[in-house]
C-alpha cells in the first residue's frame, strides 16, 4: 500500500513538471529535500507502529530472520512497553521502544537498508517513465549521510545531492566526507546546497535559527565561501555545487531561520564582495577539477 501510495504521488509531481521535460535547461531531479535518513529513529519508530503499517511489516520480517523468534535475545537489545509477552506481541504498536545501553543490533543497517531501497527502486522508476532524458539526483542530504542508505542509492541514481556546510570560517571542505560518499554509491556527488552567512548584512538577519556558518564581515563571508566553492572543486567526484539562497531569510519570518545566506539583500541589491569573489572562483573550477591530492598524495585525474 505504502509502495502504491509512493508511486501516485511521484506521478501527480512529475505531471505537474511534464513542461519542462524537454527543457535543455533543466539537469534532472532531486528526488527529495532533506529527508533526514536517521538509522536508530526509523529503526525504532517502526516498533511503534501498527501491523498494518509497510514499515512495520519490513520491521518484523528481518526480526523473524534474525532472532528466529527469540523473544529474549530481541528485548536483551531493546526495551519495549508494553513488554511483549510472546513473539507474535511484537505486531502490536508499543508505546515506547529504545536501545538498551551498550545494545544496537547490526540488524539496524539491513532494516534501513530496506527500506532505501525501496525508497529509490520506487521514485526512479517513476521518474524515468515520465522523462527518461535526464538525470536523477538522491534526496538532498543534510551534510550527515547513513551508509546502508547512501549504498541503496548508488544502485539507482545518477547522482548523490548532499547540502554541505563548512565546519571553519575559512572554508574547509572535509576530504573524507566527498570521498566516502563517492566511495559508498559510485557516483558523482552534486553539492546541492551550500552557504555562508555574516553577523554585519544589509537585512537584519541575526543568524541565530540554526547551526550555519556565519562569520563576521560579508569579506570574511566572500572569502569563506570562495575558498569552499575551490576546495570542492578539486575533489575529482565532485560534479557542481549550488549556492542556497538567492535572497537573504526576512528577520520576520514566522518560522525563518533568520539567515544572511543571500547573494542579494531583501531589496534584491547583491552582496558584492560575495558576489566577485565566486565569480572569481567560479573560472578557476576547470582547472581545479580533480587536483586533490589523494591519501596518497597523486593527484588525481
Not at 516498533?47 to 529474549?72: C, E, M
Not at 566516502?180 to 553539492?191: D, F, M
Request: net charge negative.
Amino acid at each position: 500500500a505504502e509502495g502504491v501510495a509512493a508511486r501516485q504521488r511521484y506521478r501527480e509531481a512529475l505531471a505537474k513538471a511534464a513542461r519542462f521535460r524537454s527543457d535543455p535547461l533543466l539537469m534532472g531531479y532531486l528526488l527529495d529535500g532533506q529527508l533526514g535518513w536517521w538509522d536508530e529513529g526509523l529503526f525504532l519508530h517502526a516498533f511503534r507502529r501498527p501491523a498494518t503499517d509497510p514499515l512495520k511489516a519490513t520491521l518484523l520480517t528481518l526480526l523473524d530472520r534474525t532472532y528466529r523468534g527469540d523473544l529474549r535475545a530481541l528485548l536483551d537489545d531493546v526495551v519495549l512497553e508494553p513488554a511483549p509477552k510472546a513473539w507474535q506481541d511484537l505486531a502490536g504498536a508499543a508505546r515506547r521502544s529504545e536501545f538498551r545501553p551498550g545494545h544496537r543490533p547490526l540488524l539496524v543497517e539491513a532494516y534501513v537498508g530496506r527500506i532505501a531501497e525501496g525508497f529509490y527502486r520506487t521514485a526512479t522508476e517513476e521518474i524515468r517513465k515520465a522523462d527518461p532524458d535526464h538525470l536523477i539526483f538522491s534526496d538532498r542530504y543534510g551534510s550527515f549521510y547513513s551508509q546502508p542508505v547512501v549504498r541503496a542509492a548508488g544502485r539507482y541514481v545518477d547522482a548523490i545531492a548532499t547540502a554541505y556546510d563548512s565546519p571553519t570560517a575559512d572554508g574547509f571542505a572535509e576530504p573524507s566526507y566527498f570521498e566516502t560518499l563517492a566511495k559508498l554509491s559510485g557516483k558523482p556527488v552534486l553539492v546541492a546546497e551550500t552557504y555562508f552567512a555574516a553577523a554585519d548584512n544589509r537585512s537584519g538577519d541575526r543568524n541565530t535559527r540554526g547551526p550555519y556558518q556565519t562569520v563576521g564581515t560579508q569579506a570574511e563571508r566572500a572569502a569563506g565561501a570562495a575558498e569552499l566553492l575551490r576546495q570542492i572543486a578539486r575533489f575529482p567526484f565532485t560534479v557542481g555545487a549550488h549556492w542556497f539562497q538567492w535572497a537573504d531569510q526576512p528577520p520576520s519570518s514566522p518560522g525563518g531561520e533568520d539567515f544572511n545566506m543571500g547573494l542579494v539583500d531583501l531589496k534584491d541589491q547583491p552582496y558584492e564582495e560575495l558576489t566577485d569573489a565566486l565569480t572569481r572562483a567560479n573560472g578557476d573550477l576547470a582547472t581545479l577539477h580533480g587536483t586533490w591530492p589523494g591519501r596518497d598524495g597523486r593527484v588525481r585525474p
